[in-house]
C-alpha cells in the first residue's frame, strides 16, 4: 500500500504494519489475522471520527456518509464475520488483499472526508445522534413509563379496590407532570432552537 499525506496508513502506521507483517507470512492463519487486524483499524477510525452509536453495526450505518463505496465494506466486513465465527473458513491470499483493499477505503474516507464535503442535512443528522441519541432514547423509556403509570391511575381510578388510594394517585401524578414533564418541555425547545441556529449557520457557509 503506497503511502500518501493524511492516508490511513500513516495515521496508524503500527497497525497497517502488522497487517503487511501478517499477509507475508503467506499462511492461511496470516491470512485471517490480517483481516482481524483491519478490523481493528476500522474500529479505531470511527472513534476517533467519533462517529455515534452504541455497537459497531450502527456506528458503519452513521459513518455511511463518509463512504464512498458502503458495499465494498459490508463485503469485507461480512467476510470478517467468517473468520471469526467459522473455524473451517479458509480464504486465500487474493480473497484477503481483496477484503483489506475495501476495509482500507472505508477507513480513507471516514479519515480524510473534510466537514464541508458532507450535505448539511447529513451534518445535523450525525450532530442528534452523536450529542442527542442516548437523551433521545432514555426520553422515549421515561414517556413509556409515565403513559403506563398514568393508565395505571385511570384504571385503578375506575375500579371500587383502587377508588381509595385515587386521591393519592393523583397527586402524585400532578407532580410528574408539572415537574418532569414539564422540564422536559422546557429541555426539548431549547434543543430545538439550538438545532435551528446550528442549521442556519451551516446553511450560511
Same mark, same amino acid.
Given at each position: ?5 493524511? *492516508?490511513?496508513? #500513516? ?5 497497517? $504494519? ?10 492461511? =492463519? ?15 477510525? &470511527? ?16 459513518? #455511511?456518509?463518509?463512504? $464512498? ?6 463485503? +469485507? ?7 471469526? =465465527?467459522?473455524?473451517? /473458513?479458509?480464504? =486465500?491470499?487474493?480473497?484477503?488483499? #481483496? ?26 443528522? &450525525? ?8 437523551? &433521545?432514547?432514555?426520553?422515549? *423509556? ?11 391511575? /385511570?384504571? +385503578?381510578?375506575?375500579? +371500587?379496590?383502587? +377508588? =381509595?388510594? /385515587? ?39
Amino acid at each position: 500500500m503506497e503511502k500518501t499525506q493524511n *492516508s490511513p496508513i #500513516e495515521k496508524y502506521q503500527k497497525y497497517w $504494519s502488522a497487517v503487511d507483517n501478517s499477509l507475508s507470512e503467506s499462511v492461511d =492463519s496470516g491470512y485471517k489475522m490480517a483481516v482481524i487486524e483491519t478490523e481493528k483499524i476500522l474500529r479505531m477510525s &470511527l472513534n476517533d471520527k467519533k462517529i455515534p452509536g452504541k455497537n459497531i453495526s450502527q456506528k458503519i450505518k452513521n459513518a #455511511e456518509i463518509f463512504l $464512498s463505496n458502503p458495499q465494498k465494506l459490508a463485503y +469485507s466486513r461480512a467476510m470478517y464475520e467468517k473468520i471469526i =465465527s467459522e473455524p473451517g /473458513f479458509d480464504i =486465500s491470499s487474493e480473497d484477503t488483499r #481483496e477484503i483489506v483493499a475495501g476495509y482500507y477505503k472505508a477507513i480513507s474516507d471516514i479519515i480524510e472526508t473534510e466537514p464541508k464535503n458532507i450535505p448539511v442535512k447529513a451534518k445535523v443528522n &450525525l450532530f442528534l445522534q452523536r450529542y442527542f441519541g442516548r437523551f &433521545l432514547q432514555r426520553t422515549k *423509556s421515561l414517556v413509556i413509563f409515565l403513559f403506563l403509570f398514568l393508565l395505571a391511575i /385511570f384504571i +385503578s381510578a375506575e375500579t +371500587s379496590t383502587g +377508588s =381509595s388510594i /385515587f386521591r393519592a394517585l393523583v397527586a402524585f401524578s400532578q407532580f410528574l407532570f408539572y415537574t418532569i414533564i414539564g422540564t422536559l418541555l422546557k429541555v426539548l425547545a431549547i434543543g430545538i432552537v439550538i438545532i435551528g441556529i446550528l442549521y442556519y449557520w451551516q446553511k450560511r457557509k
